[in-house]
């Protein structure tokens, strides 16, 4: 306590008061309070380091420390075989993130042969999700995009199942496959994507898939489903008040009309767009209005 530090001062001089304070219940001698201090001042320790019954203690949270522990939890034989996956899967993660991509896979590994003899389908689908996201970033679009969909059937035998998981495995795969250019697979992936994040109330995600999705369907030439796809982007994204999102959907409707050369056409759907966001904000706070399932419509 506390996680953020207005005023060193006050704080110090709070603390100092309540350590000193004589609580009445005996019950209360053995209760201990851990509080942090500011940095680098030291505010804290300053007022209280004659206090009794007072100890400091400094904490190194470095990112190396962080990694220096997690790698002696993982190979520390005695812990729980578990706990030591889980140091693995926070390493990879970091390594990851830091594009150390061999020694990411090297643990994803780890995970995932711990994963399948457990029986953990939803671990396993993690595992090879982020492998596969590793080798994508080490250049290995092939093998990253195997992997992510042999992580589909695992997560969907999960129980729940885990519908996190299988978003980011279907944004993975819609990204990759529109990155290759094979639209139809990016269309299904990004479709599917969106239905997770519907079931995750997280409208903003669901806007993303969109705009991919739209571009996929367009380059089929599967014109009605684009603009479909489009409109309705621009009307959720208006009612949720997301103004950024909002103004790109409705400029790649445009781009769309000018290249026509339909402005009737345009000048309709704009307004069709205003209407329904009008139409839809009085009937309903913002935060209540999440799109539907309905192939893309919005609630």
Same mark, same amino acid.
């Given at each position: 306590?506390? $996680?953020?530090?207005?005023?060193?001062?006050? +704080?110090?001089?709070?603390? %100092?008061?309540?350590?000193?304070?004589?609580?009445?219940?005996?019950?209360?001698?053995?209760?201990?309070?851990?509080? /942090?201090?500011? @940095?680098?001042?030291?505010?804290?320790? &300053? /007022?209280?380091?004659?206090?009794?019954?007072?100890?400091?203690?400094?904490?190194?949270?470095?990112?190396?420390?962080?990694? /220096? &522990?997690?790698?002696?939890?993982?190979?520390? %034989?005695?812990?729980?075989?578990?706990?030591?996956?889980?140091?693995?899967?926070?390493? =990879?993660?970091?390594?990851?993130?830091?594009?150390? @991509?061999?020694?990411?896979?090297?643990? @994803?590994?780890?995970?995932?042969? +711990? !994963?399948? !003899?457990?029986?953990? $389908?939803?671990?396993? =689908?993690?595992?090879?999700?982020?492998?596969?996201?590793? +080798?994508?970033?080490?250049?290995?679009?092939?093998?990253?995009?195997?992997?992510?969909? =042999?992580?589909?059937?695992?997560?969907? #035998?999960?129980?729940?199942?885990?519908?996190?998981?299988?978003?980011?495995? +279907?944004?993975?795969?819609?990204?990759?496959?529109?990155?290759?250019?094979?639209?139809?697979? !990016?269309?299904?992936?990004?479709?599917?994507?969106?239905?997770?994040?519907?079931?995750?109330?997280?409208?903003?995600?669901?806007?993303?898939?969109?705009?991919?999705?739209?571009? !996929?369907?367009?380059?089929?030439?599967?014109?009605?489903?684009?603009?479909?796809?489009?409109?309705?982007?621009?009307?959720?994204?208006?009612?949720?008040? /997301? %103004?950024?999102?909002?103004?790109?959907?409705?400029?790649? #409707?445009?781009?769309?009309?000018?290249?026509?050369? %339909?402005?009737?056409?345009?000048?309709?759907? &704009?307004? &069709?767009?205003?209407?329904?966001?009008? $139409?839809?904000?009085?009937?309903?706070?913002?935060?209540?209005?999440?799109?539907?399932?309905?192939?893309?419509?919005?609630?």
């Amino acid at each position: 306590m506390p $996680t953020k530090i207005e005023n060193p001062q006050i +704080y110090a001089e709070f603390i %100092d008061q309540l350590s000193r304070h004589e609580l009445p219940f005996p019950w209360c001698h053995n209760v201990r309070m851990i509080v /942090r201090d500011t @940095y680098p001042e030291k505010t804290l320790a &300053s /007022r209280t380091i004659a206090t009794p019954r007072v100890r400091f203690v400094e904490v190194d949270f470095s990112p190396d420390a962080i990694r /220096r &522990s997690l790698e002696e939890d993982a190979g520390n %034989d005695r812990l729980p075989l578990e706990d030591r996956v889980n140091c693995s899967l926070v390493l =990879a993660g970091i390594d990851q993130s830091h594009a150390r @991509y061999d020694r990411a896979i090297q643990q @994803y590994e780890i995970v995932h042969k +711990y !994963a399948a !003899a457990t029986g953990n $389908t939803a671990l396993a =689908a993690i595992a090879l999700n982020g492998a596969g996201e590793s +080798y994508r970033g080490a250049g290995n679009p092939d093998l990253a995009g195997e992997l992510f969909q =042999a992580a589909i059937a695992p997560a969907s #035998l999960a129980p729940g199942p885990p519908v996190p998981v299988l978003l980011n495995l +279907y944004v993975n795969l819609g990204s990759l496959r529109f990155e290759q250019k094979r639209w139809a697979e !990016a269309e299904v992936f990004y479709q599917g994507a969106s239905e997770f994040a519907l079931l995750l109330h997280d409208p903003g995600q669901r806007l993303s898939c969109w705009k991919f999705l739209g571009e !996929a369907q367009n380059e089929q030439s599967k014109t009605e489903a684009a603009l479909k796809t489009w409109t309705n982007g621009a009307i959720v994204a208006g009612i949720l008040r /997301r %103004d950024q999102e909002h103004n790109e959907f409705r400029e790649r #409707l445009q781009q769309h009309y000018t290249r026509a050369a %339909d402005p009737n056409g345009w000048k309709g759907v &704009s307004e &069709s767009i205003e209407n329904e966001i009008t $139409t839809r904000s009085m009937a309903q706070s913002p935060t209540e209005i999440i799109p539907n399932a309905d192939g893309g419509s919005p609630s």
